[in-house]
T-cell receptor, first 110, second 114 residues
Framework: QQQVKQSPQSLIVQKGGISIINCAYENTAFDYFPWYQQFPGKGPALLIAIRPDVSEKKEGRFTISFNKSAKQFSLHIMDSQPGDSATYFCAASRGDKIIFGKGTRLHILP | KAGVTQTPRYLIKTRGQQVTLSCSPISGHRSVSWYQQTPGQGLQFLFEYFSETQRNKGNFPGRFSGRQFSNSRSEMNVSTLELGDSALYLC?????????????FGDGTRLSIL
């Protein structure tokens, strides 16, 4: 009930391509779904987040798609750039709890 | 605005010792949360403090404890260190309490247990 399953573990995308990372959760009480980006030697940084009352949120090249009935959400990175190479974490949370996915290591080929 | 500051950046300890890590949140943020990050388990929530009170707690043993001061700065203590406590410990702050708030992370303290 408390897991957040993230896939793939690693992803290689050509520059200019679309990177897609998927997450699935189990607990329907979660009401906040953020994505974090982490570079080596740095802490995670909030990239974009969505609440379950909307199905999609876009900020620049980053889009979250949210499917409440399937309990799945995904991150799309359009026009992927070498600077996007990092580890990405999804999370699902409610007031008293936050569960992170295991992370996706993204590498953008120049 | 200055970000979340964690000290020290690196620590080496031996089994059985105890350690205290420090976190200064973003100015104006009253909530401080602590996380453990390891390659095997990923990012795991330890606890959250707001207005000097522990508000939420993850599934870690009692050897892991924390506190928050009136200026919102927080410390985390781990007693009787075990090899498995080797990890990156991250602190995050937010203006309001709760896991469903944007978390602003520091760069962590890398703890190695010999």
């Amino acid at each position: 009930q408390q897991q957040v399953k993230q896939s793939p573990q690693s992803l290689i995308v050509q520059k200019g391509g679309i990177s897609i990372i998927n997450c699935a959760y189990e607990n329907t009480a979660f009401d906040y779904f953020p994505w974090y980006q982490q570079f080596p030697g740095k802490g995670p940084a909030l990239l974009i987040a969505i609440r379950p009352d909307v199905s999609e949120k876009k900020e620049g090249r980053f889009t979250i798609s949210f499917n409440k009935s399937a309990k799945q959400f995904s991150l799309h990175i359009m026009d992927s750039q070498p600077g996007d190479s990092a580890t990405y974490f999804c999370a699902a949370s409610r007031g008293d709890k936050i569960i992170f996915g295991k992370g996706t290591r993204l590498h953008i080929l120049p | 605005k200055a970000g979340v500051t964690q000290t020290p950046r690196y620590l080496i300890k031996t089994r059985g010792q105890q350690v205290t890590l420090s976190c200064s949140p973003i100015s104006g943020h009253r909530s401080v949360s602590w996380y453990q990050q390891t390659p095997g388990q990923g990012l795991q929530f330890l606890f959250e403090y707001f207005s000097e009170t522990q508000r939420n707690k993850g599934n870690f043993p009692g050897r892991f404890s924390g506190r928050q001061f009136s200026n919102s700065r927080s410390e985390m203590n781990v007693s009787t260190l075990e090899l498995g406590d080797s990890a990156l410990y991250l602190c995050a702050s937010s203006p309001a309490v709760g896991g469903n708030q944007p978390q602003h992370f520091g760069d962590g303290t890398r703890l190695s247990i010999l």
